[in-house]
């Protein structure tokens, strides 16, 4: 009964790897809202492994390691493949890239920066209510709405700005930086339901709602900026 039950978390965790898989091939073939499906499908999934390791008390190390390997193809690759097509809008060859222009491959820092920051979770004790530097997840989502936002622009000139590979490149490099610096960002992680104990959750739970529903993708963006400034006030809001 035992083996069963902790075949269940992983089983789901497995899920969030076949989400991130077919997020890349989505990528590969300029599918980005059907990428962005996959990936926030692979996060749903990958908060839901945790949560049934908690609840069927069978946490364990191998689940913990399998769980960041996920992460690192739904939250690291996606993204960085993302970036790579964006900053290859001729569509080079590889070869061609190798060759002539390396712009794209900023965007592979981006997955390289993922894995660093889930090595480090693995072996940091510290995060247990909070988290030290952004999680990839939420770093994945905030730069699949780049190319979202291409889509369902919500201003006028944003797209030239979006599509500056100046703007890219830099960006690219921030989502490493806020990955793998020592912010501390509180856990979006219920332990129970009360009001006292997780009011901050319920707040940006229903700004996230709202941001969301006014601005679409451009709200999706300016949550997770919300949420990597509220590192800034750790302190202060807890």
Not at 115 to 124: E, P, S, V
Not at 135 to 141: D, E, V
């Amino acid at each position: 009964m035992k083996s069963i039950k902790s075949f269940i978390p992983n089983a789901i965790t497995a899920l969030n790897l076949l989400s991130g898989l077919l997020a890349v091939i989505a990528v590969l073939e300029n599918e980005i809202l059907l990428a962005m499906l996959f990936v926030f499908t692979g996060i749903v999934f990958d908060f839901f492994d945790g949560f049934a390791a908690r609840i069927l008390h069978v946490k364990s190390d191998m689940g913990k390691q399998l769980d960041s390997l996920a992460d690192l193809v739904t939250s690291g690759v996606v993204p960085g493949l993302a970036i790579y097509k964006m900053l290859n809008p001729s569509g080079f060859t590889l070869v061609e890239v190798l060759l002539f222009d390396q712009l794209p491959l900023v965007g592979l820092i981006i997955p390289i920066g993922a894995a660093f920051r889930l090595a480090f979770f693995n072996i940091d004790t510290r995060q247990t209510d909070h988290f030290i530097g952004l999680p990839t997840p939420a770093a994945a989502l905030l730069v699949l709405s780049i190319p979202c936002m291409l889509i369902f622009p919500t201003s006028d000139g944003l797209k030239e700005v979006l599509l500056s590979p100046y703007f890219l490149v830099g960006f690219s490099v921030f989502i490493v930086t806020v990955m793998n610096a020592p912010i501390k960002l509180f856990s979006l992680k219920f332990i129970n339901f009360s009001w006292q104990e997780n009011k901050l959750r319920y707040f940006f739970i229903v700004l996230s709602v709202s941001l969301l529903l006014s601005l679409e993708f451009a709200g999706l963006a300016l949550v997770i900026l919300t949420y990597i400034l509220s590192g800034f006030f750790y302190k202060k809001l807890f």
